[in-house]
């Protein structure tokens, strides 16, 4: 069992920045998959940006640019570096992790970032 412990989000006015991070609480073992999703009121969860174990990311059409993902030494931590914010950002964050060779993941709580206009 792996948990997700994210934090990070907040309230921040449009054109600024702001960083989530996300710790699993136990070493991944094996390639895998880190990333971030998210879901705004009345919409369907959507991936923001995925980091694998070998180094290869990807991000959704509308954070290129703006959104950069990133894990530490150990990957076991997942960033997400977020500039240039626009209110349809705003959502709830979630971190997930799933290696290679299961077909589910983990989840975390999911942090609040609100982008105002």
């Known amino acids: 069992q792996v948990q997700l412990v994210e934090s990070g989000g907040g309230l921040v006015q449009a054109g600024g920045s702001l960083r989530l991070s996300c710790a699993a609480t136990?070493?991944?073992?094996?390639?895998?998959?880190m990333g971030w999703y998210r879901q705004a009121p009345g919409k369907q969860r959507e991936l923001v940006a995925t980091?694998?174990?070998?180094?290869?990311?990807n991000y959704a059409d509308s954070v290129k640019g703006r959104f950069t993902i990133s894990r530490d030494s150990t990957g076991n931590t997942v960033a997400l570096q977020m500039i240039r914010l626009k209110p349809e950002d705003t959502a709830v964050y979630y971190c997930?992790?799933?290696?290679?060779?299961?077909?589910?993941?983990?989840w975390g709580q999911g942090t609040q970032v609100t982008v105002s206009s």
């Open positions: 980091s694998t174990s070998q180094g290869s990311t």
């Open positions: 997930y992790v799933r290696q290679y060779g299961y077909t589910t993941g983990y």
């Open positions: 136990r070493t991944i073992f094996g390639d895998n998959v």
